[in-house]
């Protein structure tokens, strides 16, 4: 990225991102709906914004507002590996809903399946994913990792070693890395900056440990932060300083 581009108050620090987006942002618990319309609308708007300023955007989202894989073997008794390939399939869902939505806004989409359904999306492969992005489109790579006993997480953190992403950014629903739980406690304290060593010293949880050390081993910095605060997604891909900063 040029200098000029750096000194304006809109350059993006990041040119190419992976978004981590946890399903259960989707969701709207009051009303009983799996997919929220007005979130995603208001989400896709919020990814637009940063796919308009340039900024190539991998888009990983999770599944666990229509099925989550552990809890379903835990509560339900369900077989691990038949409720991570239900997950997995949740991830197509809320994938082909959020390309739909974007696509209306006039944002290029490509989606790519870990799991081959031809007819539903085009199959993974990193150097078209890659080129998908260098065109400009938004490419939203679904059904995890295409294998069983690994998360979302995970896949953000592989697709991102794998398209050389400068950046994870965990979109979830709290806004950054406590020393204990906020819910919980009333004088927790929430993490501006910190290193990836000193996260997994005091089992800070920032990801599940396979997800952890992918971005420990191949360097690529996790910003975990809240997506519902408005214009919060363009300003973690300015470098402005929200959430949490792991690296
Ligand atoms: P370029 O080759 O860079 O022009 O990329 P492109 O994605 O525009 O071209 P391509 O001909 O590969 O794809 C055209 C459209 O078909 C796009 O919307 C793709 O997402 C879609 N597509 C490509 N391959 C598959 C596939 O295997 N399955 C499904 N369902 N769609 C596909």
């Known amino acids: 990225m040029g200098s000029k581009e750096n000194t304006s108050q809109n350059a993006p620090k990041y040119k190419r991102i992976i978004l981590k987006l946890s399903g259960e942002v989707l969701r709207n618990k009051e009303k009983g709906e799996t997919i929220d319309p007005n979130v995603l609308i208001n989400l896709s708007k919020e990814l637009k914004a940063v796919h308009d300023m340039g900024v190539q955007v991998g888009l990983v989202v999770g599944g666990g507002n229509i099925f989550r894989g552990l809890s379903g073997a835990k509560k339900r008794g369900v077989d691990r590996t038949t409720g991570d390939f239900t997950g997995m399939l949740a991830t197509v869902i809320n994938s082909m809903a959020l390309m739909d939505c974007l696509e209306k806004m006039g944002v290029e989409v490509r989606v790519q399946s870990a799991i081959p359904m031809k007819e539903v999306a085009e199959p993974f492969i990193l150097r078209k994913a890659i080129r998908h992005m260098e065109k400009g489109r938004l490419v939203i790579f679904a059904a995890g990792t295409g294998n069983p ?11 991102a070693s794998e398209v050389n992403a400068q950046i994870i950014l965990k979109a979830t629903k709290v806004d950054g890395v406590y020393d ?23 089992r800070l949880n920032v990801m599940d440990s396979t997800a952890f050390s992918l ?3 191949n360097n690529i910095p996790i910003l975990v932060f809240d997506i519902n605060a408005p214009g919060a997604l363009q300003k973690a891909v300015k470098g402005e300083s929200i959430g949490t900063l792991v690296e």
Do not use: G, Q, V, W
């Open 149 to 159: 006993y690994f998360s979302t997480d995970t896949t953000a953190a592989l697709r």
């Open 180 to 202: 204990k739980d906020p819910n919980e406690h009333k004088d927790a304290n929430k993490y501006e900056h910190i290193t990836f060593f000193d996260a997994l010293r005091d």
């Open 215 to 217: 971005c420990m081993d």
